[in-house]
């Protein structure tokens, strides 16, 4: 499986599957809601969550909020939560 993404205008995320034309993802802001302030942190986003989902050893993932962007992988599903 291929992601990939583009960023908006207004620095929302989407992201693709495959080549697909219509994205599986659309991330207009932050996971707690607070929008993306450029173009740069909406890509950062973007490249911790594919790093993150396509190889489940990477130490980091995408941030729910700017200020914890990006946070470390938990190492128990306990910790998820």
Request: aromatic fraction near 14%.
């Amino acid at each position: 499986m291929i992601l990939t993404y583009e960023v908006s205008s207004a620095n929302g995320v989407y992201i693709y599957k495959d080549e697909q034309e219509i994205p599986m993802i659309f991330q207009p802001n932050w996971p707690n809601g607070s929008p993306f302030s450029s173009v740069k942190e909406a890509e950062s986003w973007a490249e911790y969550y594919i790093e993150s989902t396509q190889n489940p050893n990477s130490e980091f993932m995408a941030g729910l909020s700017p200020e914890e962007h990006p946070r470390k992988r938990p190492e128990s599903q306990e910790e998820f939560i």
